[in-house]
């Protein structure tokens, strides 16, 4: 394939907003396939890092598709990426790409050529995403029964987590939505934190009924979320702004502290 052939391909992929440029290098790069250059709206693409054979192609398509996703991210931010370009947005285009690419037969489904890992794949799933999720969920479960035992007792619950069980509050809360909202084990217990953190119950459906039916996490997560605030520089810098205001806040306080013990001290 060459340099205008796999632009077709990538336009009948899914089409750009803004014009961009594909070219070969005509070099062999140790470090990356490809890259994308957001000023001038490149993709070069190392050609003599991939063979002629039937793999080395589709490797080819695989490296030209990570690159157009970088370019429609950057489309949808007016042409600009921030400083860190693979972030869930990203993904998200580029698994959506992926999956249309694999849908009209642009690109080859790479996981689905070896029986071998296909089997690993279902193995994986079955024995340990889905038993780990139904772990965590049976422990939130008996997490909620201690709740209940250290309210009747008058003891916090809290201070039983810390010190008996020795686990950080957050994940006892955690696997306690999981049971509560009774998601489901298949997904691992990984996708069930991050859906048990979706308050809105069709939201939280929506998300997992996805997630179920293979979409990646990082696709769900901004069909629930939508585009990360994190894109928005402004945003980004406003909470880096309260953040550093009440790290200073805290810091002060605690120096005013320790001057008054320092002044103890020598007085004493």
Known sequence: ?????????????????????????????????????????????????????DAGQNLLLYTAIHEYAHHLH?????????????NTEFWAIFHAL?????????????????????????????KYLKNNGELVKEMGKHLLKAHDLCTSIGVRFEDYVDRMLRIPRTAANMAIKM??????????????????????????KVAETALIKGKSPDTVKIQVRGKDSEEDPV?????????????????????????????????S
């Open 235 to 267: 945003l980004r810098l406003e909470k880096e702004k309260t953040r550093l205001e009440k790290t200073i806040v805290t810091l002060n306080k605690r120096l005013d502290e320790v001057k008054r013990e320092l002044g103890e001290k020598k007085r």
């Open 1 to 53: 394939m060459n340099q205008d052939k796999i632009k077709e391909k990538l336009l009948a992929i899914e089409d750009a907003p803004l014009e961009f440029s594909l070219i070969f290098s005509g070099k062999k790069s140790s470090k990356v396939n490809g890259l994308y250059k957001p000023e001038t709206r490149e993709i070069i693409l190392h050609n003599r890092n991939f063979q002629p054979d």
């Open 179 to 204: 049971f509560e909202y009774d998601l489901a084990p298949e997904v691992g217990a990984d996708n069930m934190r991050f859906l048990a953190g979706i308050r809105d119950s069709d939201e939280r």
């Open 98 to 126: 992926l999956e249309k690419a694999e849908a009209k037969k642009i690109y080859r489904d790479v996981f689905s050529v070896s029986p071998e890992l296909i089997k690993l794949t279902e193995l994986i799933r079955a």
């Open 74 to 86: 950057a489309c949808s931010h007016g042409g600009k990426l921030s400083a860190r370009a693979h």
